[in-house]
């Protein structure tokens, strides 16, 4: 899975948990068992076959070298997507909001043809 698609799908599991928190407050029950952030775990971390005569140390090594790529391409997602967030509150702006600026990131990053015009400019 690409950076930029990581990105649009952190931006999927964020505006779900708003949406989540938002309708928790309000008291209702949510079905929570397949959440946007379970479906992009799933997808992004690989399955990790471990050969049957393997030592603890030797499985240990192929997991972190399996699991490494995935949790650093997630933690640079959400680490991205929280200093958007973050430049546009400490600003002190108000004629956008979070819901909105993560709208504005998807749509620039579902153009990879947009995005290669903003690079150049």
Request: glycine share 4%; charged share 25%; proline share 3%.
């Amino acid at each position: 899975m690409e950076q930029r698609e990581i990105i649009l799908r952190a931006i999927g599991v964020l505006t779900e948990t708003h949406e989540m928190v938002r309708r928790l407050s309000d008291g209702e029950a949510l079905d929570t068992d397949l959440t946007q952030l379970g479906r992009l775990v799933s997808e992004v971390f690989p399955t990790i076959e471990i050969p049957s005569g393997a030592t603890a140390e030797e499985a240990a090594e192929l997991t972190i070298a399996a699991l490494m790529p995935a949790s650093v391409s997630l933690v640079e997602a959400f680490a991205f997507l929280f200093t958007q967030l973050a430049k546009i509150h400490d600003e002190g702006r108000m004629d956008v909001n979070s819901s909105e600026l993560l709208q504005e990131i998807a749509l620039r990053m579902s153009d990879p043809g947009a995005q290669e015009d903003a690079e150049e400019e």
